[in-house]
């Protein structure tokens, strides 16, 4: 009797076999998620300067907070600095598409918005951007991930998120906390 | 080069038969018990996995 190497080596050869069905089964999720579902990583390179941001044509204070722009777009605009959003509360419908666009004027600082994917950094230099569609009504947190400083724990917005019917921007295409009902 | 103590064949190995019987015994039919503690393991994980994935990241919606 000799050892049976012809059976160890099937052993590791049903194995690999194991291994590359997991392997398969992983990458198969992840591209149905990536292109049924649209669920992807938010990448957006776009460079904002930090030294001008309150005066740049995005980022100025006026223009922050949710607003439908001209094509149609329910963007909500908001800068992250230490240690505080502004505003730090945006109001966004349900079933909708929206976009959500960060600035930072000092350090890095990172969102994400709790029982959501949103989820992303905001880097000094460059506009974060994240696509999302919320499902489901609530007002929302989104605390700041990133330790930016002593305040870090104090930095946390809220995001409204309210049926279609109760989104009521106005004539500029603005909306606001305080206007949702 | 071969190692007394690691044997690659029957003729490298320096114990006693009885010994060397026993080893091809257990050897056999190949690693049965590692195979069964790894499919448990890694079955173990790919649930983890899997339940995270379907029951906790795809019910949170899109983002991109």
Redo the contacts between chains.
């Keep these: 009797?000799?050892?049976?190497e012809q059976?160890?080596l099937?052993?590791e050869l049903?194995?690999a076999a194991?291994v590359g069905g997991?392997i398969a089964?992983?990458v198969s999720?992840v591209l149905y998620?990536a292109i049924a579902?649209?669920?992807?990583?938010?990448s957006n390179r776009e460079y904002v300067d930090p030294k001008t941001l309150h005066l740049s044509a995005e980022f100025t204070e006026a223009n922050l907070g949710t607003r439908i722009d001209p094509d149609g777009r329910v963007v909500a605009r908001l800068i992250a600095t230490q240690f505080e959003f502004v505003p730090n509360c945006i109001v966004l419908p349900t079933n909708r598409e929206v976009t959500l666009r960060f600035a930072t004027p000092d350090v890095i600082h990172g969102i994400l918005v709790t029982?959501?994917?949103?989820?992303t950094m905001v880097v000094p230099g460059y506009v974060a951007q994240?696509?999302?569609?919320?499902?489901k009504t609530g007002d929302l947190l989104m605390p700041c991930h990133e330790y930016c400083g002593l305040g870090h724990t104090q930095m946390i917005a809220t995001v409204k998120v309210v049926p279609p019917e109760q989104f009521r921007p106005d004539a500029e295409g603005r909306a606001a906390c305080g206007d949702a009902r | 080069m071969s190692d007394p103590a690691y044997p690659v064949t029957r003729h490298d190995y320096a114990g006693d038969a009885e010994e060397l019987e026993r080893l091809e015994a257990a050897l056999e039919g190949g690693p049965k018990g590692a195979v069964a503690v790894s499919l448990i393991a890694v079955a173990l994980l790919m649930i983890g996995w899997l339940g995270m994935y379907f029951l906790v990241f795809l019910p949170r919606g899109t983002v991109g």
């Design positions: 009797m000799a050892i049976n059976a160890i099937n052993s049903r194995w194991v997991i089964v992983i999720a998620a579902m649209h669920v992807n990583p938010p029982g959501t994917n949103v989820n994240v696509h999302t569609q919320f499902t």
